[in-house]
């Protein structure tokens, strides 16, 4: 979260010190620059993520898990930060509106489902060493972003013009072959982590900042996307189908109904 803010603080002060340099009077720089058809350039920024989960509440463990008696109270989420780092091509289709386009890689893209129980539960994998209320299932993601946009610009302000975005946006899990397995280690299936889709589709919109120099065009953009589909991977497609009625049976995911995605993202373009 510290990393959060700093990159957060650095993106204000970045904008202050532009609004203060390019509201100044003088020959606007790059006046041509928005004629041109094709811009390219790079982005790169920090992901917020977290997900919306529809759960079952108050699951009662079959009586051959734990002995039975168990209650599943809730399933909560936490925010976890990744980076990005992608490529921009952007074509102008008028003097208000382009199509932008930017894939981009994702790191360390994390969900963090957080499960807590009546009783305590026998984690084969705790946190701290010791039986425990709550446990800790983490489903690692590294994912190839393929956003389209239509971008709707004001008026340029001397140096500075402010824009919106929408969208649609879809991704490939890069660690979906490592996902697609089912732990057998554990018959009771709590360390059972939750097989989620190679890919993921969301809408997503923002607005930004841009921000014309001498050289080149730097723009700063917030964005939030939504996942239109469940994230869960339906169990026709689990590969292990040998292991399936440990994992369907599993309250780590007997307690989920639907996971979908959702993200805020903080950008620095540069075209």
């Not at 129980?117 to 709550?134: A, G, I, L, M, S």
């Not at 050289?215 to 917030?222: N, Q, W």
């Amino acid at each position: 979260m510290q990393r959060i803010f700093l990159f957060g603080l650095l993106c204000l002060l970045t904008c202050n010190t532009l609004f203060a340099q390019f509201f100044r009077f003088g020959v606007p720089n790059l006046q041509a620059y928005d004629k041109e058809r094709f811009h390219y350039g790079f982005s790169l920024g920090i992901d917020i993520v977290d997900i919306n989960i529809k759960t079952r509440t108050n699951y009662v463990f079959p009586d051959n898990i734990m002995g039975g008696g168990n209650t599943l109270q809730q399933i909560t989420s936490s925010v976890t930060p990744a980076f990005h780092v992608g490529i921009l091509g952007n074509m102008r289709l008028g003097e208000y509106f382009d199509l932008r386009f930017i894939p981009a890689f994702s790191i360390a893209h994390e969900i963090n489902l957080y499960y807590r129980f009546t009783n305590e539960v026998q984690d084969p994998n705790p946190r701290k060493d010791k039986p425990t209320y709550e446990i800790l299932r983490q489903i690692d993601c590294q994912y190839i972003n393929l956003p389209l946009f239509i971008k709707f610009k004001s008026s340029r302000m001397h140096n500075v013009r402010l824009y919106a975005l929408g969208g649609g946006q879809f991704s490939i899990n890069m660690m979906s072959a490592k996902n697609n397995s089912i732990n057998t280690m554990d018959p009771m299936g709590i360390d059972i982590i939750p097989i989620i889709k190679p890919y993921d589709v969301q809408v997503r919109s923002g607005f930004g900042f841009d921000f014309y120099t001498t050289y080149f065009k730097l723009s700063t953009e917030f964005s939030v996307s939504f996942g239109v589909i469940n994230m869960l991977e339906d169990e026709k497609r689990i590969k292990d189908k040998d292991h399936l009625p440990i994992y369907r049976s599993s309250p780590i995911i007997q307690g989920i109904t639907d996971m979908k995605s959702k993200t805020f993202t903080i950008s620095l373009v540069i075209e």
